[in-house]
């Protein structure tokens, strides 16, 4: 059987997965799709989300944080400095005088 959209045959492979397919792979609708995690909650009830997006939708997503890296976060600065501290938590420093 030939595709639809450019004449090529269509493989065996192809019509044995889907024996009503009239299109080749490259000619299908179908595209990649993209994945992102999220984590939600705080403290000891904290999940992550999976969340499955089309190709389009995906490549947006990743362009926009892209862009929110680039623009000065300081989660982003110095990646690569190791911290004692947790993210999200920052030190204080404290004079003698308040200590008392």
């Not at 009239?22 to 995690?37: A, L, M, N, R």
């Not at 000891?44 to 499955?52: K, L, P, Q």
């Not at 089309?54 to 000065?72: F, G, I, P, V």
């Given at each position: 059987?030939?595709?639809?959209?450019?004449?090529?045959?269509?493989?065996?492979?192809?019509?044995?997965?889907?024996?009503?397919?009239?299109?080749?792979?490259?000619?299908s609708?179908?595209?990649k799709?993209?994945?992102?995690?999220?984590?939600?909650?705080?403290?000891?009830?904290?999940?992550?989300?999976?969340?499955?997006?089309?190709?389009?939708?995906h490549?947006?997503?990743?362009?926009?944080?892209?862009?929110?890296?680039?623009?000065?976060?300081?989660?982003?600065?110095?990646?690569?400095?190791?911290?004692?501290?947790?993210?999200?938590?920052?030190?204080?420093?404290?004079?003698?005088?308040?200590?008392?």
């Amino acid at each position: 059987m030939n595709c639809t959209k450019c004449g090529e045959v269509i493989p065996d492979g192809r019509l044995k997965a889907l024996p009503g397919a009239k299109t080749c792979v490259s000619c299908s609708g179908v595209q990649k799709k993209g994945v992102v995690t999220v984590m939600k909650g705080e403290g000891d009830h904290t999940w992550i989300e999976t969340i499955h997006l089309e190709h389009d939708e995906h490549q947006k997503y990743m362009e926009a944080e892209n862009r929110l890296r680039k623009q000065s976060n300081p989660m982003f600065d110095h990646p690569e400095e190791k911290s004692e501290i947790p993210y999200g938590f920052k030190e204080t420093k404290l004079n003698k005088k308040e200590e008392k």
